[in-house]
């Protein structure tokens, strides 16, 4: 992540829940602390959501969305507006995401953690 801050856009995954899912996260640093607000659109209006940073996983070295990394920093819940629109925002210490520990953000069902509809990643490749 360059000083200062840095934006990502989130894609929606092949076969997604939510197949219009998509937006953006802007992160912003200062005094070791990382503060990235998720704006989204295209979700299931009414629904609740879940979002975090993880660290790269076993499952893939090129693909971070694919490699099913731990949990590494965890946005408060929210839940899409009747528009299927949403943000939320998480501050925290900034080794929380530093190096392998954000290679990606992802969004998952609060119902069902195990549905990923968007991902954008941080860090493309390990190390």
Not at 21 to 29: Q, S
Not at 49 to 77: E, K, Q, R
């Amino acid at each position: 992540m360059g000083a200062g801050g840095s934006t990502y856009t989130f894609k929606h995954k092949a076969n997604a829940a939510d197949p219009t899912a998509m937006g953006k996260a802007v992160a912003t640093t200062k005094d070791g602390m990382v503060s990235t607000t998720l704006t989204l659109t295209g979700l299931t209006p009414n629904k609740a959501y879940i979002a975090h940073y993880h660290a790269f996983g076993p499952d893939s070295a090129t693909d971070p969305c694919a490699s099913n990394g731990p949990v590494t920093l965890g946005f408060p819940g929210f839940t899409a507006d009747a528009s299927g629109n949403a943000s939320t925002t998480v501050t925290g210490d900034m080794a929380k995401i530093a190096g392998d520990q954000g290679a990606y953000l992802n969004v998952h069902y609060a119902s069902d953690p195990s549905v990923v509809p968007i991902c954008a990643p941080v860090k493309m490749t390990k190390g």
